[in-house]
């Protein structure tokens, strides 16, 4: 397998930036790994460089840290692994699928999170114009340069890649694959995290009755939100905040991050 670029977008991610960086040493086989970081005043940069990534500063917002970081990559095939993202030894069947050619219509081959939300599938998962996480995955470089219009997106920016994919007949595929999400360390709660992508929604789709009325009545009669293994009733807590944000795109839309992490 040839060895690939992978793209860490960062802010204020000291909490997990190791782990995540050590991981992809360890697991990842990397040509180079580049940290594109949003001025955090912590010390991300500073365990950027011990573990010899180049670093990109800018203020971007997430979709286009990530687009930002694909410019600079220079192999075909890049990952993308979030600050707070551990990867482990399976990921190196994430490489081997995404080499050997074996799904010809592969935009994306990522994994799951370990977020305890999802069950192990039995087998792949393809999806035409659906989406996996970004944190965790490997695509084609020119397809990320190419969809400008993550450049807009803080959140959402996945299943906007995943339309754009789409539209030219290529697959998210998802691995029964799991890397372990380390989100929790940092002090962004849950419920900032559902607001911020409903609010991510909302920049993406605008304002829709349809969607209101989607979002509340899988609250109603319980069911859950992108198929996650959820009680009744953090179903409900999930769909409220997911809503709240929907309707306050504003205050969500770019979660204040002191000392927080992507």
């Known amino acids: 397998m040839r060895s690939i670029d992978y793209i860490v977008p960062t802010w204020n991610s000291d909490a997990t930036l190791e782990l995540a960086l050590s ?17 955090s005043t912590d010390r991300t940069t500073a365990i950027a460089r011990e573990y010899g990534c180049d670093i990109i500063s800018s203020g ?21 692994v979030d600050s707070d993202v551990e990867l482990l030894p399976e990921w190196e069947e994430v490489l081997r699928t995404s080499a050997d050619g074996r799904y010809p219509d592969a935009g994306v081959i990522g994994a ?10 039995a087998g792949p998962i393809s999806l035409l114009g659906g989406n996996g996480a970004f944190g965790c995955c490997v695509t084609r470089r020119k397809c990320v340069v190419a969809c400008t219009a993550l450049d807009g997106l803080s959140s959402g920016e996945d299943a906007l890649y995943a339309e754009y994919l789409a539209g030219k007949n290529l697959r998210w595929y998802i691995l029964p694959i799991f890397v372990n999400h380390h989100h929790a360390l940092g002090n962004v709660s849950d419920t900032l995290r559902w607001r911020w992508l409903g609010a991510g929604l909302r920049q ?8 209101c009325r989607s979002v509340l009545g899988g609250a109603v009669i319980g069911l859950p939100m992108n198929g ?35």
């Not at 991981?23 to 001025?39: A, F, L, T, Y």
């Not at 306050?248 to 992507?262: A, D, I, S, T």
């Open 23 to 39: 991981s992809i040493r360890q697991h990842g086989r990397p040509n180079r790994i580049i940290v594109v970081d949003k001025h």
């Open 60 to 80: 971007t917002i997430l979709g286009a840290a990530r687009r930002l970081g694909a410019c600079e990559a220079h192999t075909d095939l890049v990952a993308f």
């Open 112 to 121: 799951l999170y370990n977020d305890g939300y999802i069950r192990r599938p």
């Open 204 to 211: 993406r789709k605008g304002f829709r009755t349809s969607i």
């Open 228 to 262: 996650l293994d959820l009680s009744y009733r953090e179903n409900i807590i999930l769909r409220l905040n997911y809503f709240i944000g929907y309707m306050l795109p504003g205050r969500y839309f770019e979660v204040e991050r002191e000392k927080r992490q992507f």
